[in-house]
């Protein structure tokens, strides 16, 4: 997924002449606690939070461009960027929302955090047989049978649980991935148990065909 995919097209923004008050008020209709600052073609100039409004209503300011943060303090990606770099921006610099640019350093759109916790959330609720079909595609040759062995094998390696191939593929069906992942103790050891999986598969097949 890349950022334009995540992103709201349909968000508001400053000019540098707004009155204060003019995008306090833009700001609290649509619910938002920032806004990029644009010129005349749309482009970045800057940023404002409601913190900034906050303290430029107290202070007497004016105009945005009195409060703004200028460009060159201003996180954002473009349009083409994955989506995971918003992801790691908004949690490294604790970003509420973060614009997004393209080639021509036009905003095309803002992502926000809550969008990217909607997003995730949407991957959390997916099926894990989902990621065994797809790993059943990848691994050319095996059947859906010897995956759910070699699951069930590794299953009990790890948790030293007894389990029948059918049972593994029935514990799947029914399990999210995000459910999996609180499970097995955490996204690294989730795939790693996949990884586990594919390795055992691949084996198990190759010593078939040297007896």
Known sequence: MKA????DKDFIYATA???????SIKMENAKRFTTPVL???????????SFDITKGLRENKKLISEIMSPKEDVKYIRENDPSRLAVLETSKSRLISIPVLNNDDV???VIRSFEIVDTLSALYEVKVEKLYVAMDKQLKGITWDELMEASAITFKRNTGEEIKPEEYEKKIKNS???????ATGGLERFFA????????????RIGRVKK
Do not use: Q, S, Y
């Open 176 to 182: 999210t991935f995000g459910e999996a992942i609180w």
């Open 107 to 109: 905003v095309t759109g």
């Open 193 to 204: 148990g996949l990884i586990a999986v594919g390795e055992l598969v691949i084996a198990r």
């Open 39 to 49: 010129d005349e073609n749309m482009k970045l100039i800057g940023w404002v939070t």
């Open 17 to 23: 002449n707004n009155h204060i008050e003019e995008i």
């Open 4 to 7: 334009k995919d995540m992103m």
